[in-house]
């Protein structure tokens, strides 16, 4: 029986994707729930299953196509042994003809072709460990690192030949190594790679950011003291208590982002065309740093969570941003963002707005500094916070004050819970 393998209903935010990698190839045997395919689109990488097992038959999308919504990329022959003895009829693909104008007769997919041209190389010669002879790109890009390897080894001694009296001495350049220099070569390397969709549309939404708000930022400091003597005593019996849920920071700036919003709602609205949405609920976006860049999971109803729990849902967008698992309904909406720069260190930055919210709280790295207290100067642990706004939308003095409640509200950890 054969089964139609299409692409998944994209939501209306998403238009369209790109074909990243597939994992299978024509004739591959695959089990049920098994990764064929990943699709990339400007929010997320999704990943299409196999939805039973059985052997791959041919492929519509190739690597690099751009698709719609449940459009078809492949079909597959279900219920089949999954012996890959040989390609089933009519599954090979043709030969192709290079830009040398050699004929290539090993299998493999337009990707690795388009690879193979880009540095103008034959398939005769690379080792081709795919299913069925299969040629990979992994196959050739160990072949050019192979190649780049031997090219920099250095070139074996010879014994000079007999010299006769008549032959004049030629004097030899010096080689960096004999010189004892340590540096870099001549060599100006330069790489070319298109801008993933993701990272496109990140700066796109970045640049739009500055380019259609009024953004403007403030800052403040904040005596991080009580809250790290609370988390001290209480780490060990929190973590035992919740099953494992670790207790950081982050869970009580969400708790006191989403106790200051309430005091000023315009900080947590938004502008659309000439209408101010107020939202009578606190949506808290959370910043999480990928490979691919930064992605953004709401944390729905934040202001009904407890600690533990924005602590848990905290950690499980960071392990599923990290296995490419986030879905676009958990990163689609948010009427607040926090970004937590301070675990890379960063001590002072002024965060970017996440359209079309209007504020974006910046939290960065602790810091021992002296400071005045009690008309002493002593040494405390400070983070500098930062606010950024829509100043079309939210005055200075709301910005100030909003932060002021951050800022009292994490000196004294109590006033979270009372809501005071």
């Known amino acids: 029986m054969t089964v139609e393998i299409k692409a998944p209903a994209f939501p209306e935010s998403v238009a369209d994707g790109v074909v990243s990698a597939w994992h299978k190839g024509p004739g ?3 089990a049920r729930d098994e990764l064929l395919v990943e699709i ?11 939805p039973a097992a059985g052997v791959i038959e041919a492929i519509m999308a190739t690597e690099g196509e751009t698709i719609t919504s449940e459009m078809l990329l492949a079909t597959l022959s279900a219920g089949a042994d999954g012996v890959q003895a040989s390609e089933p009829p009519g599954s090979e693909e043709p030969a192709a003809e290079t830009k040398s104008g050699s004929v290539e007769s090993i299998p493999m997919g337009p990707a690795v072709r388009a690879l193979l041209d880009e540095h103008e190389l034959s398939s ?66 330069e790489k070319r790679v298109p801008m993933t969709r993701m990272r496109a549309r990140i700066a796109e939404r970045l640049l739009g950011a500055t380019q259609q708000t009024a953004m403007l930022t403030t800052f403040n400091e904040v005596n991080m003291a009580p809250l790290m003597a609370l988390r001290s005593q209480y780490r060990d019996q929190f973590e035992s208590v919740h099953n494992g849920t670790r207790l950081g920071f982050m869970g009580f700036f969400v708790k006191a ?50 600690i533990a729990d924005v602590e848990a849902a905290i950690a499980s967008f960071g392990s599923k941003a990290r296995d490419k698992k986030l879905t676009i309904e958990e990163m689609t909406g948010g009427t607040f963002t926090v970004s937590n720069g301070g675990v890379f260190g960063s001590l002072l930055s002024t965060p970017i707005l996440n359209p079309p919210q209007t504020g974006i709280l910046g939290m960065h790295t602790i810091q021992e500094r002296p400071i005045a207290m009690d008309g002493e100067v002593v040494i405390q642990p400070m983070m500098y916070l930062a606010l950024s706004y829509d100043h079309r939308l939210v005055d200075g003095k709301t910005a100030v004050q909003f932060l002021v409640t951050i800022k009292g509200l994490i000196e004294d950890p109590a006033r979270i819970l009372l809501q005071i």
């Not at 074996?156 to 960096?176: C, G």
């Open 28 to 30: 591959d045997s695959v």
């Open 40 to 50: 990339e689109t400007d929010k997320v990488v999704m990943e299409v299953v196999a």
């Open 124 to 189: 005769e010669g690379i080792e081709a460990t795919g299913k069925g002879g299969r040629l990979l790109k992994e196959d050739v890009m160990a072949h050019l690192k192979r190649q780049s390897e031997q090219q920099s080894e250095p070139q074996s001694e010879q014994q000079p030949a007999p010299v006769s009296l008549a032959q004049q001495p030629v004097a030899r350049v010096p080689a960096a190594s004999d010189l004892n220099i340590d540096g870099p070569t001549s060599e100006r390397i």
């Open 257 to 306: 982002a989403c106790e200051a919003l309430k005091r000023f709602p315009e900080v947590n609205a938004s502008i659309d065309d000439n209408d101010v949405v107020y939202h009578g609920y606190q949506d808290i976006g959370v910043a999480v740093s990928v490979d691919e860049g930064l992605v953004v999971p709401v944390l729905r109803d934040a202001d009904f969570m407890s």
